[in-house]
């Protein structure tokens, strides 16, 4: 019984994001690759997908002279990947 799981969740990276968003109130583009050990186009393709879903909110901002780009989990997007985890966990129950 494969109920309530979320596609969007399925790539490692994006379950990868919302983890670390979960844990953290923000984080900042590079700290979020290097943990999640990928690429920036990669990390930035799954940074959209999530965007476009409304899952997580980015915000850009200058520290002196220098741009830099963090990420939060909206509302939204806890709520769904706390949804996606209860899926998990009931599938796992399920299978023992």
Known sequence: MIEGLNKLFENRVRLGIMSVLMVN???DFNTLKDLLKVTDGNLASHIAG???QEYIEVM????????RTSFKATRLGKKE???HLAALENLLRHNN
């Open 50 to 52: 999530l965007e476009r």
């Open 81 to 83: 990947f706390k949804k």
């Open 60 to 67: 850009k901002e200058f520290v002196g002279k220098k741009p």
């Open 25 to 27: 109130a923000s984080i």
